[in-house]
């Protein structure tokens, strides 16, 4: 019976989605009817709607097309400098992304060489042990942090939903950016919906490329089934460790 109650409302959204191009169609149909009447020019009955289904799908053909090719000039993992000896620990900024990397850490925190992470905001500060047990503490005392920066939309003109989404690692007391990681982003919004549509997946509201993988694929999806999940796993601890790790030392870094 929950389960039932849980497929209405995405059934419901699901139905809408598929709904709204047809609406579309025919209010473009209606218009290009009145339109027609007044000017003998009947060709605006197929006009109006074949503009109002053609012109959205080649937006988002021609977004994804360009998404598409600029994967492969995606810049690698760079590292313009690294610390001269390990830290203990280090904090861990997830204000920028909505997808808890906190909880992700979690999973690869003892593949890492470190003692510990700190992450939280405000008052609100925890430290969390390789050992897995954590505690609250006033401030972070972390040299270094790792930051999930927002999004930033790739501008051209007819606005593709693309972003730039990057995670850097950074010195604390000057905010010097030591070593970048970046993933190109595609979807979101009603972009995002259509995406999601096939599989009635919300993982798949976003797809990505570039730091997990040069494939495109979906852009840190929640579930655990999705072979991307582990992926940016992986992706994560190679990069925090080699961040954060002597080059001398990087050999086997990812792991203790």
Not at 12 to 33: D, E, H, N, S, T
């Amino acid at each position: 019976m929950e389960e039932i109650l849980f497929l209405i409302p995405v059934i419901f959204i699901y139905g809408v989605l598929i709904c709204v191009p047809i609406l579309f169609a025919y209010i473009a149909f209606k218009i290009g009817q009145r339109v027609a009447n007044k000017t003998g020019i009947f060709v605006f009955l197929w006009v109006a709607p074949a503009i109002a289904l053609v012109v959205p799908a080649a937006w988002a053909f021609a977004s994804y097309n360009v998404f598409h090719d600029l994967c492969a000039d995606v810049p690698p993992p760079s590292f313009q400098s690294v610390p001269m000896s390990r830290p203990s620990g280090f904090f861990l900024d997830e204000t920028g992304v909505g997808q808890y990397p906190y909880l992700r850490l979690s999973f690869i925190f003892n593949r890492l060489p470190f003692e510990f992470y700190e992450y939280g905001t405000g008052q609100f500060i925890s430290r969390r042990y390789s050992n897995g047990k954590s505690q609250g503490i006033s401030q972070a005392t972390s040299q270094y942090a790792v930051v999930f920066l927002r999004p930033n939309r790739v501008r051209y003109w007819w606005q593709p939903p693309m972003y730039f989404s990057e995670m850097v690692v950074i010195e604390r007391n000057s905010n010097k950016i030591l070593s970048k990681a970046s993933d190109l982003v595609f979807g979101g919004g009603i972009i995002g919906m259509y995406l999601s549509l096939p599989k009635m997946n919300n993982d798949y509201k976003y797809l990505s490329c570039g730091f997990a993988s040069r494939e495109v694929g979906t852009w840190r999806p929640k579930s655990s089934s999705d072979p991307r999940f582990n992926q940016y796993l992986e992706a994560d601890a190679k990069f925090i460790s080699d961040a954060l790790t002597p080059v001398a030392q990087q050999s086997g870094s990812a792991t203790k």
